[in-house]
């Protein structure tokens, strides 16, 4: 009957279409999960500030004996499950720093290859050294190593640390909005999360600079490069950015 064939045509026709969108459906699902698989990292945190309890351990910290322990496990890591050391990216902030620059060299002591980036977040001045040996963050730590300074005259250090350092506001006891050296300190760490969300990592715009004068004087004019999760790998110099 033709009024049945077309009924029948029209089921058959409406069953593809269903098929058609599950299929569509699954594609885009596995897209997501390939998205995702991509976008997926591994965070290891080490809080050194449960065994921090007053000035005196926070000044005489063995940052390198710290840093050569988390050196060694990175070995291991790199070693045993295979994780390659290209795609390591060590954070520090404050002391932590200095400890990171430390694993680092240490990596490189065991294996000959340096880690690939990292990044240290108002790196602290160090009050205890040993005598005649490369302590601190510093350039050649890792393929890569950046610095933002929140609070160069205050918790943090004058000193370059990076193969380039960022400073808002320029070298300072602290930045703008900061109640303390301590909140002026963490500043570093707040500007670096807020550059790792999905959208937000051209947020601190930045240009090379010898010193905030020079940066004021040029209006903020010369070359920018990106302060936080975007800095480009090539990135040299000081940098400021208001």
Same mark, same amino acid.
């Given at each position: 009957?033709?009024?049945?064939?077309?009924?029948?045509?029209?089921?058959?026709?409406?069953?593809?279409?269903?098929?058609?969108?599950?299929?569509?459906?699954?594609?885009?699902?596995s897209?997501?999960?390939?998205?995702?698989?991509?976008?997926?990292?591994?965070? %290891?945190?080490?809080?050194?500030?449960?065994?921090?309890?007053?000035?005196?351990?926070?000044?005489?910290?063995?940052?390198?004996?710290?840093?050569?322990?988390?050196?060694?496990?990175?070995?291991?890591?790199?070693?045993?499950?295979?994780?390659?050391?290209?795609?390591?990216?060590?954070?520090?902030?404050g002391?932590?720093?200095?400890?990171?620059g430390?694993?680092?060299r240490?990596?490189?002591?065991?294996?000959?290859?340096?880690?690939?980036?990292?990044?240290?977040?108002?790196?602290?001045?160090?009050?205890?050294?040993?005598?005649?040996?490369?302590?601190?963050?510093?350039?050649?730590?890792?393929?890569?190593?950046?610095?933002?300074?929140?609070?160069?005259?205050?918790?943090?250090?004058?000193?370059?640390?990076?193969?380039?350092?960022?400073?808002?506001?320029?070298?300072?006891?602290? %930045?703008?909005?900061?109640?303390?050296? %301590?909140?002026?300190?963490?500043?570093?760490?707040?500007?670096?999360?807020?550059? %790792?969300?999905?959208?937000?990592?051209?947020?601190?715009?930045?240009?090379?600079?010898?010193?905030?004068?020079?940066?004021?004087?040029?209006?903020?004019?010369?070359?920018?490069?990106?302060?936080?999760?975007?800095?480009?790998?090539?990135?040299?110099?000081?940098?400021?950015?208001?």
């Amino acid at each position: 009957y033709p009024g049945q064939q077309n009924s029948n045509e029209d089921g058959s026709s409406s069953e593809e279409q269903q098929q058609k969108r599950r299929k569509n459906q699954n594609q885009s699902q596995s897209q997501e999960r390939d998205q995702d698989e991509k976008n997926t990292g591994n965070l %290891v945190v080490i809080n050194l500030g449960d065994q921090i309890d007053d000035f005196e351990q926070y000044a005489t910290l063995n940052v390198e004996r710290i840093g050569e322990l988390i050196g060694n496990c990175l070995v291991k890591l790199t070693n045993e499950v295979n994780v390659p050391q290209e795609i390591i990216h060590l954070i520090g902030q404050g002391p932590a720093a200095n400890v990171a620059g430390a694993a680092g060299r240490q990596y490189t002591r065991q294996t000959g290859h340096k880690l690939r980036r990292i990044t240290g977040l108002d790196p602290a001045k160090q009050f205890s050294k040993p005598d005649n040996k490369l302590t601190g963050l510093a350039r050649g730590d890792a393929d890569f190593v950046d610095a933002i300074h929140t609070s160069a005259y205050g918790m943090g250090t004058q000193k370059r640390c990076g193969d380039v350092d960022f400073y808002p506001n320029g070298p300072a006891a602290g %930045v703008p909005g900061a109640d303390n050296v %301590v909140e002026a300190s963490l500043r570093a760490t707040r500007f670096f999360a807020e550059s %790792v969300r999905p959208g937000n990592e051209r947020n601190f715009p930045a240009v090379a600079a010898d010193s905030y004068k020079e940066y004021k004087q040029n209006n903020g004019n010369g070359k920018r490069a990106y302060m936080g999760i975007a800095t480009k790998y090539d990135t040299r110099g000081d940098y400021m950015l208001q």
